[in-house]
């Protein structure tokens, strides 16, 4: 069953039969790994003494140098910016035409934050052991350091996810617009306002270097992006059959690259 076809005048296809189970796997998959992050070993207190802020590289540095008295409201507000910004695709239903087609929508915004889900566990945490910037710093609590998730710093998922709603968002409002033209880069540079806040408190939270927000930015705006993209009808007729018949019979095909 498709939700699209190319003559409905519609602008995604969604295939429910096989999209909706994929998608159910995709969250098992990230709980599964959720729970393998938080049985991750912890540093002890020889290896957290050993580290110096002062060999983290020029770039990174200066996120281990943040005032621990910032960490909680930075925290919070990390926290509340994430979640305020996944629920940004909802603005989405105050256009008649989109509304109509929420379904699919929603669908592929599930797709959307079930891959950026899985990408951040299976490309990002569990492969690498990155230490968290606070763990540098001497002014944060021992036992703090001591605690879970000090390995889990590359890559941001707060700026992942939310970097795939927002660019979601406009990614797809702007398919829905074609007449906006190059205007719906205005919509993607907003887009990049939600992430840029996440990231930025995550790093006055020293929980995340510069670089592990810039990469999970980077991450959240191409699965918000290409997932909406790969499901878009193609509108454009790119090929011609042309059947012929004589001392040969066939078909030719005449593709269209433009």
């Not at 890559?155 to 709603?165: E, I, K, L, Q, V």
């Not at 398919?175 to 006055?204: I, T």
């Not at 993209?229 to 269209?256: C, D, Q, R, W």
Request: a positive charge; proline letters at 5%.
């Amino acid at each position: 069953m498709q939700a699209q076809n190319a003559g409905s005048g519609k602008v995604y296809r969604v295939n429910y039969k096989w999209e909706v189970p994929a998608t159910i796997a995709g969250y098992a998959l990230n709980s599964y790994g959720l729970g393998l992050l938080r049985d991750k070993s912890r540093l002890d207190a020889a290896t957290i003494l050993e580290l110096d802020r002062d060999e983290i590289w020029a770039f990174d540095r200066w996120a281990a140098f943040q005032n621990p008295d910032n960490y909680e409201n930075a925290q919070l507000i990390s926290d509340i910016g994430m979640n305020a910004a996944l629920v940004l695709p909802a603005l989405l239903a105050f256009d008649k035409q989109i509304r109509k087609d929420w379904l699919p929508v929603l669908l592929i915004y599930l797709e959307t934050q079930s891959v950026g889900g899985n990408l951040y566990l299976w490309l990002g945490t569990m492969p690498n052991n990155r230490i968290r910037p606070y763990v540098y710093n001497p002014g944060f609590d021992m036992n703090m350091k001591l605690g879970g998730g000090t390995r889990d710093s590359f890559f941001s998922g707060h700026t992942s996810w939310t970097a795939g709603a927002s660019f979601f968002t406009a990614k797809v409002y702007s398919d829905y617009h074609p007449e906006l033209g190059n205007k719906k880069y205005w919509l993607f540079a907003a887009a990049l306002v939600p992430p840029l806040f996440v990231g930025y408190s995550r790093m006055r939270a020293s929980k995340h270097f510069p670089t592990d927000t810039i990469t999970g930015l980077v991450i959240g705006a191409a699965t918000g992006i290409l997932i909406p993209h790969l499901h878009k009808i193609n509108k454009k007729k790119n090929y011609t059959l042309v059947p012929f018949v004589g001392e040969y019979s066939g078909m030719a095909i005449t593709l269209n690259l433009k």
